[in-house]
């Protein structure tokens, strides 16, 4: 293996495969449906999730942050691989408990190079930051050189999604009642975007068509290096994917696709389309 492990979290949305294939440690997170938890892609796999999460009078979802042991085995396990470093990123850490879990993780072993960068993003925005972590290990660049080259990047990513309905953010206490009701009579379709490590509303359109165009306006306004396409399900991703590869003029196996999973989705519901990229500086 590379001299340098690249850790993350699942709320990063890297699929298993995709992960496993650049040598990516996903360290998962839990996400209850009433009683009952579970650890995404471990005992629940994305589309389950959605099944369950879309299904009639299912209670709603609650995530939580994976344990501060979870990080430490997933470090162990990558020294005993031979591993020199790690480097860890982690969802905002003003969006979970994970960064900290992650940091006292890396402190119960005050010994071995670990370095953990909070994204101040989430899904692949964190996820793409972990793939470039791997690339550069794979191409021999050491812990702390990673390290600085995330630090750098992750100030130059934007993440914008359009959602579908008001009901998910209502139901997750982002919004009241009462404001989600008035949104859904004026057919209002709000887009969000993660600024600083926190999430914030973008702007607000009226139709679906709309907020999807306006994504496209705000996500393509500069010279990209990378980007996924982000949807939930029951999506037309399909028609976004064609536009946004059309007008950010990067080539289609720099732009991945990937479905929002189990830690993120509870927080956006069905129906939602958007992306993130890392500009060039």
């Not at 209670?59 to 085995?73: L, S, Y």
């Not at 190079?113 to 930051?129: F, N, P, Q, T, Y």
């Not at 550069?136 to 660049?141: E, F, N, R």
Request: charged residues 20%; contains cysteine; aromatic residues 4%.
């Amino acid at each position: 293996m590379s001299s340098v492990a690249i850790v993350t979290d699942s709320a990063s949305d890297l699929p298993p495969d995709v992960a496993a294939a650049a040598g990516i440690t996903v360290v998962p997170l839990v996400v209850s449906f009433g009683a009952e938890s579970f650890r995404p892609n471990v005992n629940l796999t994305t589309d389950e999730f959605w099944d369950r999460m879309t299904a009639p009078d299912a209670p709603f979802p609650t995530t939580a942050a994976a344990a501060p042991g979870d990080f430490q085995r997933a470090y162990e396990e990558a020294f005993e691989r031979g591993a020199g470093a790690v480097v860890c990123v982690t969802v905002s850490g003003d969006l979970s408990g994970t960064l900290k879990s992650a940091t006292l993780g890396a402190q119960a072993l005050p010994d071995r190079e670990i370095h953990v960068i909070d994204s101040r993003s989430a899904s692949m925005g964190h996820g793409m930051l972990a793939q470039v972590g791997a690339e550069m290990a794979a191409g021999g660049a050491g812990g702390a050189e990673i390290a600085a080259a995330l630090e750098d990047a992750k100030g130059r990513i934007d993440l914008y999604v359009a959602l579908d309905t008001l009901e998910y953010l209502k139901r997750g206490g982002r919004i009241s009642g009462a404001r989600a009701a008035m949104g859904t009579m004026l057919s209002i379709k709000p887009i969000i975007t993660v600024t600083d490590g926190v999430v914030e509303n973008a702007e607000r359109v009226r139709t679906r068509a709309k907020a999807r165009e306006r994504c496209l306006e705000l996500l393509t306004a500069r010279p990209m290096e990378r980007a996924t396409v982000l949807h939930t399900t029951q999506a037309d991703v399909e028609s976004f994917h064609a536009a946004f590869l059309e007008r950010s003029g990067l080539d289609q196996s720099l732009v991945q696709v990937r479905t929002v999973g189990p830690s993120v989705g509870p927080h956006l519901g069905p129906g939602c389309v958007g992306a993130v990229a890392i500009y060039r500086p």
